[in-house]
T-cell receptor, first 114, second 114 residues
Framework: DGGITQSPKYLFRKEGQNVTLSCEQN?????MYWYRQDPGQGLRLIYY???????QKGDIAEGYSVSREKKESFPLTVTSAQKNPTAFYLC?????????????FGDGTRLSIL | AQSVTQLGSHVSVSEGALVLLRCNYS??????LFWYVQYPNQGLQLLLK??????LVKGINGFEAEFKKSETSFHLTKPSAHMSDAAEYFC????????????FGKGTMLLVSP
């Protein structure tokens, strides 16, 4: 079955450490997205990418970085500059067909501070 | 800029009762609207979408929503709640950025009691 795989499911970060969250999709989707979810805040867009080797900042990009070297992969790095990284992180993807298609989501990674 | 307002962070119903989750939006372009459901520690699953055409949209699990342009609303309903409907529900609107990004509401937690 096609889908989006996020790993790991749980991740712990020490102070001053960078950590990378993995997102892989086998849906042949062009566009991929990273969201941060905090209780009562809904989903907030961190970064997104429409094509390989190109990506744009979302609403809360500070303290995060991404790469898009392959169509199926869009890893997110939470850097030490992100002072409040504890959250649930969701990756999504969609096609870029002429008619807008809804985003498909992975099952998320929960990041906590040690 | 787009925005989504979901009235009520928590809604409680009895099993068998009507479910009504409210969503109002603002958009500078013809809106594409979505409802997603999230179960604990999981990603988001698409319930239904409105893009063009019929304003009453039927989704999975017996849910439906009606697009009312004059009221800028897209409320989600289900005639009879089931215990398995207990989850968090998110309304979203397509952004006008041309990048197929979404703006999400803050979510409504549906609680179903026996």
């Amino acid at each position: 079955d096609g889908g989006i795989t996020q790993s790991p499911k749980y991740l712990f970060r020490k102070e001053g450490q960078n950590v990378t969250l993995s997102c892989e999709q086998n849906l042949n989707h062009d566009a991929m997205y990273w969201y941060r979810q905090d209780p009562g805040q809904g989903l907030r867009l961190i970064y997104y990418s429409q094509i390989v080797n190109d990506f744009q900042k979302g609403d809360i990009a500070e303290g995060y970085s991404v790469s898009r070297e392959k169509k199926e992969s869009f890893p997110l790095t939470v850097t030490s500059a992100q002072k409040n990284p504890t959250a649930f992180y969701l990756c999504a993807s969609t096609t870029r067909d002429r008619e807008y298609q809804p985003q498909h989501f992975g099952d998320g990674t929960r990041l906590s501070i040690l | 800029a787009q925005s989504v307002t979901q009235l009520g962070s928590h809604v409680s119903v009895s099993e068998g009762a009507l479910v009504l989750l409210r969503c109002n939006y603002s958009s500078s372009v013809p809106p594409y609207l979505f409802w997603y459901v999230q179960y604990p520690n999981q990603g988001l699953q698409l319930l239904l979408k409105y893009t063009t055409g019929a304003t009453l949209v039927k989704g999975i699990n017996g849910f439906e929503a009606e697009f009312k342009k004059s009221e800028t609303s897209f409320h989600l309903t289900k005639p009879s709640a089931h215990m398995s409907d207990a989850a968090e529900y998110f309304c979203a609107v397509r952004d006008d950025s041309g990048y197929s990004t979404l703006t999400f509401g803050k979510g409504t937690m549906l609680l179903v009691s026996p």
